[in-house]
């Protein structure tokens, strides 16, 4: 957790805070420390972005999740579109 923190210009007690929050879970070591994914990272720093520009730590995470799940569902939806695309138009019956 001290390597993420320093990496991302904040305190481990910043982090644990985010897991608290539980907008991200690390995973954990055989030894119980904290292991965070390069997309936890990610959460990590916008979080830390939100918070810096003045914005509540709670209310900066509910931004995040919402932001995560519109790409999600934009991701989705433009797949749908392509195999959509990809289907043969329908048959018109006489």
């Known amino acids: ?11 481990p007690a910043f ?3 985010l897991d ?13 420390h904290r292991r965070y994914s390069r997309y ?6 916008r979080a830390r972005d939100l918070v810096d520009e003045g914005t509540a ?5 509910r931004i995040i999740i919402l932001e995560d ?3 999600e569902a ?7 579109r392509q195999e959509r695309a ?3 138009p329908p048959q018109e019956q006489a």
């Open 20 to 32: 608290t929050a539980r907008l991200i879970v690390p995973q954990r070591s055989s030894g119980g």
């Open 74 to 80: 934009q991701r989705i939806n433009a797949r749908l």
């Open 15 to 17: 982090l644990r805070s």
């Open 57 to 61: 730590l709670e209310a900066a995470c």
């Open 86 to 88: 990809a289907q043969p």
């Open 1 to 11: 957790m001290g390597r993420a923190a320093e990496m991302l210009g904040v305190t």
């Open 40 to 45: 936890q990272l990610r959460l990590a720093q």
């Open 69 to 71: 799940q519109l790409a």
